[in-house]
Nanobody, 127 residues
Framework: EVQLVESGGGLVQAGGSLRLSCKAP???????????IGWFRQAPGKERVGISC????????YYKDSVKGRFTISSDNAKNTVYLQMNNLKPEDTAVYYC?????????????????WGQGTQVTVSS
């Protein structure tokens, strides 16, 4: 079993910022040119949805419209870590956030799949 390790979640006021980190096992990045990592979130009573993804090899990134311009995904290949910088947070961003590696889809139209997952970290944005 392999698991990604997430950190950075917490409670923040609307308009504030958080940065989530997702550290993957080193061996997942041994062939990072084929790696694709994404961030997902699941709000209470809703399905889990992909919100952003990145290909560390070339740095291409994609975002769900609802977070575009507010969230930024990035990677540090030397640290086997992917980040999600979340700015101007809104109450509707409240959710459990997950990172996943080796997505099936990472494009303008779809962020989905994932063979390896983190445990999830709670992000709560208060009004």
């Amino acid at each position: 079993e392999v698991q990604l390790v997430e950190s950075g979640g917490g409670l923040v006021q609307a308009g504030g910022s958080l940065r989530l980190s997702c550290k993957a096992p080193r061996w997942l990045f041994d062939d990072y040119e084929e790696e694709v990592i994404g961030w997902f979130r699941q709000a209470p009573g809703k399905e889990r949805v992909g919100i952003s993804c990145i290909s560390p090899s070339d740095g291409r990134t994609y975002y769900k419209d609802s977070v575009k311009g507010r969230f930024t995904i990035s990677s540090d290949n030397a640290k086997n870590t992917v980040y999600l910088q979340m700015n101007n947070l809104k109450p509707e961003d409240t959710a459990v956030y997950y990172c996943a590696a080796r997505l099936d889809y990472c494009s303008i139209n779809d962020i989905a799949g994932g063979k390896f997952w983190g445990q999830g970290t709670q992000v709560t944005v208060s009004s």
